[in-house]
T-cell receptor
């Protein structure tokens, strides 16, 4: 069965510093991978997704993620964090078959200090 | 284009009661998925509807049920509420229901309904 692990529950970075959120997946074939962000009281917003092709994926809000098959990872990065990036971030893997089931990691809460 | 809307946003119920949550997808979207989000279990898939048919179901008891109407709006029902049902229930819509498989489709989430069971 597919699964996603986000090893960091909580990360604190200073505004302007770089950010990397870790995501490891377990999947038999080529995975379809996603990063979502959830602000307090809000639903999830898609940041970026990887299906195939270039292993470096650009997303919204200045985020990018790199797919590394050899490490089963899909880490999210941002070169310079803004205070408004404080939120919870979820990595997810797409489902199989005909249904649109996403399997989510447990999330990483990002705190940004000024 | 309006996003996914969920009503009500907040709900307080007592054990044993039943509850119905509503989700209106983005116009033109035919797939609606439901997720339960709790601090302990994270985001868990409940079920997905496409063109009024349930296509996939997660590992939840039969107390959790849903339906979809011809206009793609969906409702989720939980009967005989338990304390452990307290959660944020998220609805997501997509065009084809294949957002997990097709790069051309995307799953858009609503703000959720916060259910508290006392």
């Amino acid at each position: 069965a597919q699964s996603v692990t986000q090893p960091d529950i909580h990360i604190t970075v200073s505004e302007g510093a770089s950010l990397e959120l870790r995501c490891n997946y377990s999947y038999g074939a080529t995975p379809y991978l996603f990063w979502y962000v959830q602000s307090p009281g809000q639903g999830l917003q898609l940041l970026l997704k990887y299906f195939s092709g270039d292993t470096l994926v650009q997303g919204i809000k200045g985020f990018e993620a790199e797919f590394k098959r050899s490490q089963s990872s899909f880490n999210l990065r941002k070169p310079s964090v803004h205070w408004s990036d404080a939120a919870e971030y979820f990595c997810a893997v797409g489902g199989t078959g005909t249904a649109s089931k996403l399997t989510f990691g447990t999330g990483t809460r990002l705190q940004v200090t000024l | 284009k309006a996003g996914v809307t969920q009503t009500p946003r907040y709900l307080i119920k007592t054990r044993g009661q039943q509850v119905t949550l509503s989700c209106s997808p983005i116009s033109g979207h035919r797939s609606v998925s439901w997720y339960q989000q709790t601090p302990g279990q994270g985001l868990q898939f409940l079920f997905e509807y496409f063109s009024e048919t349930q296509r996939n179901k997660g590992n939840f008891p039969g107390r959790f049920s849903g339906r979809q109407f011809s206009n793609s709006r969906s409702e989720m029902n939980v009967s005989t509420l338990e304390l452990g049902d307290s959660a944020l229930y998220l609805c997501a819509s997509s065009l084809s229901g294949l957002a997990g498989l097709l790069s051309t489709d995307t799953q858009y989430f609503g703000p959720g309904t916060r259910l508290t069971v006392l």
